[in-house]
Each structure stands twice: as C-alpha cells, then as structure tokens.
C-alpha cells in the first residue's frame, strides 16, 4: 500500500477541545468552482458617513445621539439578544421539551472613530486602546455574568450588518454550549495530565513549528492541527497563567496589539482584500464561578474566516458539514504556511 | 415578577439528539437589517443548458459524457471528497494530534433531466422515481459503508454550485460525529424509556399540535421545538419500525413524494423564491453495523434553511453562534404556523 501523506490522502482530525471529528480532503483543492461569489470586499470606505449609526455624533434609530468619540465607544446594542430582565420559563420535566432562563446584556464597541480604519490598519497604539476597552468592559460583565463573549463579525459575508470597525460583548447567565464543552475537555485533561491542554498544545506546536504564523514570547498564532474553516487561526496565551482577560500585563497587552495587526495583515493581504471573519475570545468562565478553580484553562481567541481561494469563493459548511461534520480542503499545514509567507506589511499602500 | 411568554421573552431550549443548547431570542426580530442581502434566486431556468455538465447528453470536464437520460441519473463525483482507496495515517498516542483513516465515495445524482424542475413542481411520480433511486444507492451503498448519507445543497446561498436539480451521495467508513451523537443520545433514551426517542417526540407533537407543519399517517413533518436554523424541519417516519431507506413500503414511499412535495412547495411560497436549504437523510448505521440492534433509531430527514425574513435577508450563524451556541430570532411555533399557513398549491402559475 501506499505511504500516507496529510497533503494528498483524506483522513480525519479529532479536536481535543470539542470532541469533534473533521474530515481532511487536500486532493478536493483541484476542483473548479462554479458556485457563488461573494461581492468583493469594499476597502475604500469613507472616514465618516452621517447616515452610519456608529459614526460619532450620529443620533441613532432610538433616538440617542453618539459622542464625538475619539477612541472606542461602547453602548448597550439597540436590538439585544438577550436582556437583563426577563421572565424563566417554567421547568418541565420532559426530557425533550427542556426550557432554560437566558438572561444577559448585548453591548456594541466601536473601534475608532473613522470608519475606514480596520484593525489591521491601525497603530499598535490605537489597537492597545480596544485591548483597554475589552478588559474593562471584561472586568465590569464578569462581575455579574458566568459569560462573557467579545466577537467581531467583519464583513458582510460573515453577517456583519454594518462596516464600521467594531465588536460585540453579549453577557450572559448561563455557560453557552461550546465553552462548556471545552471547560470539560480542559478539566479532563489536566486532571489527568497535570498541566493544561492548551499549554502542552504550544509546547508541541513550537517544537514542530509547521503550523505556525506568528510567534513571540507571550502569543502563538497557530492554524490548529483541527481546524475547521480553511484559515482558521487560535491566539493562544504562552503563559498558562493567564486564564481571562483581567490576567494581561502590560507587556501582554503590547505584544497582543502586535500580533493581532500582523494578522489582520497577513489575512488583508492572502487574497488582497479586507478579509472577512467572525473571531472572539475564551477564557475561563466568570461571574459567580470567577473564584472557584480554572487552573485548567487557558486564555485563547479564535478566527473563523470563511475564505477559501480567492476574495471572492467562501467554502460552504453546509450539507456534509452540516449533517455529518465539518469538512475542509487544503490541510492546516498548507493554510499556515501560506499564511506564514502572506506579507506582514498592508497591501493598502495609502493607508501606511 | 412578569410571566413567562415564549414569543416574548428570550430563553434557551436543548436538543436532546445532540447535546446542544439553542438561544431563542423572539423580540430580535424586531430590529431592521441593514447587512448583506442574497442575490434573488433564479426562477425562470432554462430546461436544458448545454454547457452544464449534470444535463443530459452533456460532455463532462473529464472527457465523460452524459446518457440521454430520462428521469434520474447517477455518477461518481468527478472531484469527491472522498476517495476509496487511500493510505490510512499513522496512529499517534498523543490526545493533541489524533487522526483517523477515511475512505469513501461520493456520488451525484441528478433529479431530473429538466434543468428547471426543482422537486416543488414535480409530479408525485417524478419524485418516487427519486426516492426508488435514494433506495436502490443506499441499499448497495450501506453493504459496504457505515454510513450513507444523501443531502441535497439548494440555492446559491447554500454552497450549491450547479443550478440543475440534484443531490449528492456521500459514503464513508466511519461515523461521522452528528450521526455518532444521535446514536449515543437515541441509545440512552432508549435503555431508559423503552421507546424510540423519535416516536415519543412524534406522539407529543400530534398532541401538542403547535409546531406541526405536514401531518399524515406515515410522516410528520415539525418544526423541532430545538430547531437552529428559522425555518428548520424535520420529516419523521411515524413507525418507529422504520430505521433506514430499506424499511420503507410502497405506500411510505409514497406518502413522502407527497410530503416532500408538499413541505418544498410550502418553502418557496414562503417568501415567492426557490427557497435555499440543505437537506439530508439520517437512519441507523449500516455496513459492518447492519445487523446489530438499532431498536433506538428512527428513520428521519431534516431541513437546514438559510432565510430568515425574505427570499433576500438570511440568519448568519457567525459570531455568537460559532464561538457560543446557535441563537434564533423567532420561535419554532411561529415559525411553524408560517408553514403551516403557506400555500399548498406552487406560486409558479406556468409549471401547474
Ligand atoms: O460538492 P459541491 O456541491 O460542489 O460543494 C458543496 O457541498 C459540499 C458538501 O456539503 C461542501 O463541502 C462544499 O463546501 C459545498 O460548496
Ligand atoms: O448583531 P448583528 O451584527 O446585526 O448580527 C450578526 O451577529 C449576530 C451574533 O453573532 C448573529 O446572531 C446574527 O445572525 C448576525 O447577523
């Protein structure tokens, strides 16, 4: 038989923090693409646009008028998901019919004052000033809530409604599924390994180094051995100590600017265009559990982009993916190399 | 305090197939939308496109041609996911870096040689002529794989890239983890209630009424109380003896060209398009599993619809979602009576 290679033979990827299976197949990369294209990227947006609910100053729908912010704004999102003061269903007793409460709070965070400065094309400094924001913000949620979940969803294809820079907090009572799935893996582990799972993985990762794009003394940027979506990247802390938001130094913070401009960069410049993402943040759950013991969790983010060869081809998770599991087409191996050799400098040669 | 209204109040309701908990936040579908808006779907295809490689008598990329083919047709995927004879990777003892082997087959099977007859405006015959061939592929199919899956990706918006009625066949010789879940979760309902998780959820819904879409002696068609997706639904067999494509009778067989009519019919009067969903079929696994006892499974399809508001505005699962839990917008009693109120009869007066 012949020798397997992960480049040229299917095969399945077990990702130890889910439980789930992904099915590789690299050879799939050689098919023509008939399907949908997305609209391309706009990367000439305007500074300011008055009919833009998060420019500053503009009044929105509810009537409330934005300051004239000059660095991030944060307020609570017109239209939440989920509300502070809700009515819980009723308990039921039938295992097929189970209800749970869901209270929370929904807060919007404008990056900056400009709408056509994305992360990727900020100052480091600018960048530090959101970093600032989302600890605060951290530190004020957590208080009250067992979760609380910063994304960003950029890019109309990732369902972001509108393009001015800016990210979302939803805060809430209860352990949504996918955290609770991982702070199960992670106690497994460290129970019994003794250490956490995601400090073993950057141990691993930077002695075999081929899944690497960004590496400096606090972060590694990785495409995980599991990943789902074709550039999908993890940010994880170096230092198992840091289990949220509140653990950075400042030298953390610095470091964590850095690295989240050089890879916004080098996804903007993979397919020269402003690159679409959900991405978002996972420590260890707060709220009323902030004092109990998280020694097995490790403070990461995630990317999702949905690109898969070009600007404008998305890969679908849908049909396979959605019924029987993800399913991706070059290997992680090939996607962090490309990613390792797209520029860190921007393709925008106005905006540097 | 205020009492508990579920088409108020935001809440969370589980899944008990898969472990998953679902966010419904009904009040969202309140806030305008000003994101990405889908391309309308195309209606008013052309019968045949010379140029299209699953028409009939059409020469494919790879030098192949197409019969002249009159009613359905199958044929090897040209670039398949999985292939069936491929190197199976190393084992690894290390729980960070876990691999599987993976072989397979991939098939596609056109519905219809008309390139504008989509399933809606078939004759009940013209999809039994489909449902015989789901059967005759999944009854040689399912001697030598574990698990067959048939879906079908329609619309654009579903990662669906030829416009010409089809489905795809994928064949593999593991579990894929949705299916792997399913079997853990109906196993242990079964071994504590006696009865087939399924059927008990069917029994209640014909009681309860409130999420029914289609009703008839041999299938039930809901929106589960735990759907995901807006318009999500799934067809069940009512006999719990039915587990697999096999176990079906001519009259079952029947009765679902009628169903599948009907639900497709309902969708694209829903929002007057050819209503974008991904689709698939799941039963008790098969191959070297065939004769074990499967008393826990129950024979079912589902349906995954990306629209949320109209033909043009879909619910983005990005975000919240990937990082958290799935969140909907209205409830899956609303949306249910919203099928249920939908037409019949297709809007197309030119193809009744
Ligand atoms: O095989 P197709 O239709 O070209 O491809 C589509 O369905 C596949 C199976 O669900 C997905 O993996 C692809 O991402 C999607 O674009
Ligand atoms: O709140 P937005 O940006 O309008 O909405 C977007 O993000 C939300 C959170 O991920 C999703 O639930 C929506 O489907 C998506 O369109």
């Known amino acids: 038989m012949m020798e397997f290679i992960a480049t040229e033979h299917q095969h399945r990827r077990f990702n130890p923090m889910t439980g789930q299976w992904i099915l590789v197949s690299p050879h799939r990369m050689k098919r023509p693409w008939s399907g949908q294209n997305e609209p391309p990227q706009k990367t ?24 004239q912010y000059e660095s991030t704004f944060v307020f609570t999102n017109d239209f939440p998901a989920l509300l502070e003061d809700v009515p819980i269903p009723p308990e039921s007793d039938d295992p097929l019919f189970q209800t749970g409460g869901a209270r929370g709070t929904c807060r919007v965070m404008c990056f900056h004052p400009k709408s056509n400065k994305t992360l990727p094309v900020m100052t480091p400094k600018e960048i530090r000033c959101i970093i600032d924001t989302w600890i605060k913000e951290f530190q004020e949620l957590s208080k009250k809530y067992i979760w609380v979940q910063i994304f960003e969803n950029k890019g109309a294809s990732m369902g972001c409604s509108n393009s001015h820079p800016h990210c979302q907090i939803w805060s809430c009572s209860f352990l949504p599924s996918e955290p609770q799935a991982k702070d199960k893996r992670f106690r497994e582990y460290y129970e019994i390994h003794g250490r956490t799972m995601l400090n073993d993985y950057v141990r691993k ?9 960004i590496e400096n ?8 051995f599991w990943a789902c979506y074709p550039f999908e990247t993890m940010i994880i802390a170096c230092d198992s100590k840091i289990k949220r938001f509140n653990d950075l130094s400042q030298v953390h913070i610095n470091n964590l600017a850095i690295t989240i401009k050089e890879l916004t960069t080098k996804y903007d410049n993979l397919f020269n265009c402003s690159f679409p993402y959900s991405m978002g943040f996972h420590g260890a759950p707060t709220g009323d559990l902030m004092d109990k013991d998280f020694s097995h969790w490790t403070f990461h983010a995630i990317y999702y982009p949905p690109l898969l060869r070009s600007s404008s081809v998305r890969k679908f998770m849908v049909g396979f993916e959605l019924l029987c599991q993800p399913q991706r087409d070059l290997t992680p191996e090939q996607a962090a190399e490309k990613l390792r050799n797209s520029s860190g400098k921007h393709h925008y040669t106005d905006h540097i």
Chains 1, 2 share one sequence.
């Open 44 to 67: 000439n947006l305007e500074e300011f646009d008055p009919t833009n609910p998060l420019c500053p100053g503009v009044t929105r729908q509810n009537g409330q008028k934005n300051p």
């Open 205 to 213: 990762e930077l002695m075999n180094k081929e899944r690497i794009v």
């Open 217 to 224: 003394p606090d972060w590694l940027v990785v495409v995980p």
